[in-house]
C-alpha cells in the first residue's frame, strides 16, 4: 500500500467523521461548532479531489464552499443570534419526517447508482481540463449540477427553521 492508498483512507475517514460531527456534534450545541467541522468536511474532500488529480476542482471545492458557502451559513446563524435556552424543542413528527425523506433520497440514489453503466467515453481526457469539465457538466450532467444547488438551498433553510425560536 502506497501512501497515494494511505492519504485516500486518511482523508475518506477525515470526511465522513467530520460529516458525521455536522450532524451530532457531542462537543457543542452551538451551530457555529457544526459550520466549522463542515469546513473541516469540504477540506477533506478537497483532498480527496487533489489525490484523483482534479486540482481544479479542489481549488473550486474550497474557494466556492468553503470560502462563500460557509460564510453565507455564518452570517445566517449570527443574524439570528439565538441563545441556548430559546431554541425549539425537537418534534417526533419533524424526526419522522426527516428520516423518512432520508430514507427515500439513499434509495433513489442507490437505485440510481445500481442502474449506472459507466462508459469511457464520456470521461475527460485531460487531466485538469477545464473545458471538458465544463462542457460535461453543463450537457451530461447538468440534472444533478441543479439538484446539488437544491440541496444547499434546502440545507441553508433547513438550518434558519432548527435555529429558529419558536413564537408563542
Not at 461548532?33 to 481544479?56: E, P, R
Not at 449540477?145 to 434546502?154: K, N, T
Amino acid at each position: 500500500m502506497g501512501l497515494p492508498d494511505i492519504l485516500f483512507y486518511v482523508f475518506a475517514f477525515l470526511t465522513l467523521l467530520c460529516g458525521v460531527l455536522v450532524i451530532a456534534n457531542p462537543f457543542s450545541r452551538n451551530p457555529v461548532t457544526s459550520a466549522m467541522f463542515l469546513v473541516l468536511t469540504i477540506i477533506s474532500m478537497a483532498g480527496l479531489f487533489v489525490l484523483l488529480h482534479a486540482f481544479f476542482l479542489a481549488a473550486v471545492q474550497i474557494i466556492v464552499y468553503a470560502g462563500a458557502v460557509i460564510v453565507l451559513f455564518l452570517f445566517v446563524i449570527m443574524l439570528l443570534d439565538l441563545k441556548e435556552e430559546q431554541r425549539r424543542k425537537i418534534k417526533s413528527f419533524s424526526v419522522a419526517t426527516g428520516l423518512l425523506s432520508v430514507g427515500a433520497i439513499v434509495a433513489i440514489f442507490l437505485k440510481s447508482l445500481g442502474s449506472t453503466v459507466l462508459n469511457s467515453s464520456s470521461l475527460p481526457t485531460l487531466e485538469g481540463d477545464t473545458a471538458s469539465l465544463g462542457k460535461l457538466l453543463f450537457t451530461q450532467y447538468v440534472l444533478p449540477f441543479e439538484v446539488i444547488s437544491i440541496l444547499l438551498l434546502v440545507a441553508m433553510v433547513g438550518m434558519i427553521l432548527l435555529s429558529k425560536k419558536d413564537l408563542k
